[in-house]
């Protein structure tokens, strides 16, 4: 159900995007919350918070910066130190409250070796 969705909001990315011009009133917007929300959140609570965001894109509310809220527990033995190890970061989290984070999407892109 997750990757139907993902493929979903892919294809709503690439084609919609062609007929709008940056009309969302948040950063990120509310298709990229949505992607990261139900990559990295429970799927039905996901879902609630992505419908209360879009609800929420329109001239009544004020917009801005809001970056999706995850709830996660680490485990620190998943943690290694290696000298020869790349690390790939595609989300930053962000604490908040205990266990909960604020979800930064990385842009860092890793370089080509060509």
């Given amino acids: ?5 993902l493929l979903f909001l892919k294809l709503y990315q690439k084609v919609f995007t062609l007929f ?9 917007t509310c298709s990229e919350y949505a ?27 004020k917009g801005g910066i809001e970056y999706p809220v995850v ?11 290696s000298d020869n190890a790349k690390i790939l970061i ?11 984070y604020f979800l930064i999407k990385s842009f860092k892109k890793e370089k080509s070796p060509c």
């Fill in 90 to 100: 595609k989300y930053w989290f962000v604490p908040k409250e205990k266990d909960e």
């Fill in 71 to 81: 709830k996660k527990k680490f485990d620190k033995s998943l943690i290694k130190k």
């Fill in 35 to 61: 992607k990261w929300q139900i990559e990295e959140n429970f799927l039905p609570k996901a879902l609630l918070f992505s419908f209360l965001r879009v609800l929420r894109c329109n001239q009544l509310f």
């Fill in 20 to 28: 709008s011009y940056g009309s969302c009133r948040y950063y990120p």
């Fill in 1 to 5: 159900m997750r990757k139907i969705l």
